[in-house]
């Protein structure tokens, strides 16, 4: 969805190095979400955020942290890279309608992790 | 805490034949029921999705169905085409919750 934009699309790093995430929506929505996809395993949930000031974990947030800078920017970052968080990183948003959710998903960045 | 599995891995069919993918979930509090369709260097995008107070929800040549009883739903794709190749997810939300559980994919090959 052209409403939700990551970068870098691709990345390849060193072990140990910090690296950025970068994820901005149009969409005027408040939650925004950052999920890793890896074969076989579908998408988990690392960390997400329901305002500027809401910020939460997911099932394996362990290695990561983020950073809500606006409502339209979420950031995520790894502090000291590690070959085993080599995946696909989604960023999403949702919009809230009643007890209902949607969620949108960024293009993905791939991270290779050496 | 909720556990979604998701069958088959894979699935070849030939242009013109239907589909169909199969999910479980563990949680009975469980209330949406997306699913997800990915294309090759996309993000996924929804295509369907039901309520937990609905049987049945057909869209086009796309419909899903749901048995709470059993705690499981399908995915339904009839007159298979080959833009329909993909890797289709379904997911699982409990009330409440906010959180998606995603199932394992599905990568769906559809030959001409």
């Known amino acids: 969805d052209a409403d939700v934009t990551q970068t870098p699309r691709n990345r390849i790093t060193k072990t140990g190095k910090r690296i950025m995430l970068e994820c901005s929506q149009t969409k005027g929505h408040d939650r925004m979400y950052w999920y890793r996809q890896d074969p076989g395993l579908g998408l988990r949930l690392i960390y997400y955020?329901?305002?500027?000031?809401?910020?939460n974990k997911g099932e394996i947030s362990d290695g990561y942290s983020v950073s809500r800078q606006a409502q339209a920017k979420f950031s995520l970052s790894l502090e000291s890279a590690i070959p085993n968080q080599t995946a696909l990183y989604f960023c999403?948003?949702?919009?809230?309608?009643?007890?209902?959710?949607?969620?949108?998903f960024g293009p993905g960045t791939r991270l290779l992790v050496l | 805490g909720e556990n979604v599995e998701q069958h088959p891995s894979t699935l070849s069919v030939q242009e013109g034949d239907s589909a169909v993918i199969k999910c479980t979930y563990s949680d009975s509090a469980s209330n949406y029921f997306p699913w997800y369709k990915q294309e090759l260097g996309k993000g996924p995008q929804l295509i369907i999705d039901?309520?937990?107070?609905?049987g049945e929800k057909k869209d086009q040549r796309i419909a899903v169905t749901l048995n709470k009883t059993a705690k499981h739903f399908s995915l339904h794709i009839t007159e298979t085409q080959p833009e329909d190749s993909a890797v289709y997810f379904c997911?699982?939300?409990?009330?409440?919750?906010?959180?998606?559980?995603f199932g394992t994919g599905t990568r769906l090959k559809v030959l001409a």
């Open positions: 997911a699982v939300l409990r009330g409440g919750t906010y959180k998606y559980i």
């Open positions: 039901i309520r937990s107070n609905v």
């Open positions: 955020s329901f305002d500027v000031k809401d910020i």
């Open positions: 999403a948003t949702s919009d809230h309608e009643g007890s209902w959710e949607t969620q949108y």
